[in-house]
């Protein structure tokens, strides 16, 4: 463990599980309002509640068997659903509304990870992981590439920003200068320029995570720009240049994790069957 990982996990760290039993977890969000956790397990098509007091409770079945999770501006989720090809938003009033499942007339492969920036703008990934029974739905895919888009903040326009690679997880650095996107087909993490209308370009190679299974996954990013991202054996950091600081160990192959509590210092961790939190010394972004 170098200095650098040491600020970030004090030796010793080990993550706590904190409930297991499920099919596939994925798509973590804290809520801070309520103070608890959402998380999908995509083929029980529902979407968990974890909270402190109450430990797991349902919070929407059936979820379309969704996958990432985030909240909007107004604290509303919203959830990529596979099984209905769309990225959704659950109103305060518990309905579910369609944001996006079309793009020039084809539907969308399979959203799964989605991410929300300050001008309320909604980014999401839709490779084809869904198109299948288990995860999804048995169907074919109606648009010939996997894209990355871009929902305007008013809902009424879909802007699609990269088509080149096989899109996973996603997130921004601090000042939303930057996207990075998980290919997790060729194990690498991408970075794209973000400009002041919020499109993308200079995409590159961001981190390599080399071995099986295919990884990268999930990804988030703390206050001072550090990368964290699924892969094998737990959770890989690098530094906002790309240089890898460590490995955050986990019992179970990691998908998804997500900064939460009230300083946003724990990381919730969605691996398989399992759920599990690691307390860290560098803040997370929040969300909303």
């Known amino acids: 463990m170098d200095y650098d990982f040491r600020r970030i996990a004090p030796e010793g760290t080990q993550a706590e599980r904190l409930a297991t039993g499920f099919y596939f977890t994925e798509g973590p969000v804290w809520v801070a309002q309520g103070g608890y956790l959402l998380f999908s397990d995509i083929p029980a098509s529902r979407i968990k509640k974890w909270s402190p007091r109450d430990g797991i409770q349902d919070f929407r079945v059936p979820s379309g068997k969704s ?10 989720l919203i959830a990529c659903e596979h099984a209905n090809r769309r990225v ?43 198109l299948n029974p288990v995860f999804g739905t048995l169907e074919e895919p109606e648009l010939p590439f996997y894209g990355v888009y871009r929902l305007s903040p008013d809902g009424t326009e879909l802007t699609l920003l ?50 099986e299974p295919l990884a990268p996954d999930g990804l988030k990013v703390d206050t001072e720009g550090n990368v964290y991202s699924t892969g094998r054996g737990g959770i890989w950091v690098f530094n906002p240049e790309g240089g890898r600081i460590g ?5 179970e192959l990691p998908a998804n994790l997500a900064w939460g509590d009230a300083d946003w210092r724990t990381l919730y961790i969605t691996a398989r069957s399992s759920l599990y939190r690691v307390r860290l010394n560098i803040p997370g972004l929040p969300v909303s």
């Not at 996958?67 to 509303?76: A, I, S, V």
């Not at 793009?103 to 703008?121: A, F, M, R």
């Not at 490995?247 to 019992?251: A, D, E, F, Q």
């Open 88 to 130: 959704s938003r659950m109103e305060t009033d518990g309905t579910v509304i369609t944001l996006a499942s079309h793009y020039q007339g084809g539907k969308l492969n399979s959203p799964n990870d989605v991410v929300v920036k300050s001008d309320g703008s909604v980014y999401f990934t839709d490779p084809p992981y869904g």
């Open 67 to 76: 996958n990432g999770l985030t909240l909007d501006k107004q604290g509303r």
């Open 247 to 251: 490995v955050i160990l986990v019992p």
């Open 162 to 211: 990269i088509d080149e690679a096989v899109p996973n997880g996603l997130a921004f650095s601090p000042d939303e200068s930057r996207l990075y996107v998980a290919d997790t087909e060729r194990n690498h993490l991408l970075v794209f320029d973000v400009d002041k209308d919020g499109l993308t370009s200079n995409g590159r190679l961001f981190a390599h995570l080399p071995g």
